[in-house]
T-cell receptor, first 112, second 114 residues
Framework: DQQVKQNSPSLSVQEGRISILNCDYT??????FLWYKKYPAEGPTFLIS?????DKNEDGRFTVFLNKSAKHLSLHIVPSQPGDSAVYFC???????????FGTGTRLKVLA | DVKVTQSSRYLVKRTGEKVFLECVQD?????MFWYRQDPGLGLRLIYF???????EKGDIPEGYSVSREKKERFSLILESASTNQTSMYLC?????????????FGEGSWLTVV
């Protein structure tokens, strides 16, 4: 039972355009969400997070949107750069637990 | 900056060998984790530890054990390596849940079992 789903295994975007990566979850107990970026042969790097009391969090070129009613979150990267090419994982956790559930990842390719 | 260091980046081991993967963090985090990452399966939790000498099984603990003798160090042990344990192994650490929910990963250890 996959509680966190990233339904798009891959995405290609032109440099300078917007990249939108999507993530759906099923467990209503999740109240904190994170995005990680992973280059090949490296560990995931924390990008941005959002608490369920917010519906948007922004950090530079990265914005995460949370739609609690739809159990959906998305990561927007504007403008996309070739260095953004990587695999992006979303993760969710219920506060107060040690449990982080990760999606299967979306491979983003930004074309120059 | 948080630093999670995995001592071995690339290992090749024979079936049946005992394998140790070591991880050290420098942020005084209480929680430490071992995940494995496989294509199409995302990150799956093997074990985590919330204190010295304390451990709990994750989603896929079979064939693995862990050791946490010091707060900063968390070891993953494959008692008898098998080819289906060929994977990328990721160590991570974090503060307790009520002190922040971000976990930080090491660079990963690529293990090939032949």
């Amino acid at each position: 039972d996959q509680q966190v789903k990233q339904n798009s295994p891959s995405l290609s975007v032109q440099e300078g355009r917007i990249s939108i990566l999507n993530c759906d979850y099923t467990n209503s107990m999740f109240d904190y969400f994170l995005w990680y970026k992973k280059y090949p042969a490296e560990g995931p790097t924390f990008l941005i997070s959002i608490s369920s009391i917010k519906d948007k969090n922004e950090d530079g070129r990265f914005t995460v949107f949370l739609n609690k009613s739809a159990k959906h979150l998305s990561l927007h990267i504007v403008p996309s750069q070739p260095g953004d090419s990587a695999v992006y994982f979303c993760a969710a956790t219920p506060s107060g637990t040690y449990k982080y559930i990760f999606g299967t990842g979306t491979r983003l390719k930004v074309l120059a | 900056d948080v630093k999670v260091t995995q001592s071995s980046r690339y290992l090749v081991k024979r079936t049946g060998e005992k394998v140790f993967l070591e991880c050290v963090q420098d942020m005084d985090h209480e929680n430490m984790f071992w995940y494995r990452q496989d294509p199409g399966l995302g990150l799956r939790l093997i074990y985590f530890s919330y204190d010295v000498k304390m451990k709990e099984k994750g989603d896929i603990p079979e064939g693995y054990s862990v050791s946490r003798e010091k707060k900063e160090r968390f070891s993953l042990i494959l008692e008898s390596a098998s080819t289906n344990q060929t994977s990328m192994y990721l160590c991570a650490s974090s503060f307790p849940p009520d002190s922040g929910n971000t976990i930080y990963f090491g660079e990963g250890s690529w293990l090939t079992v032949v």
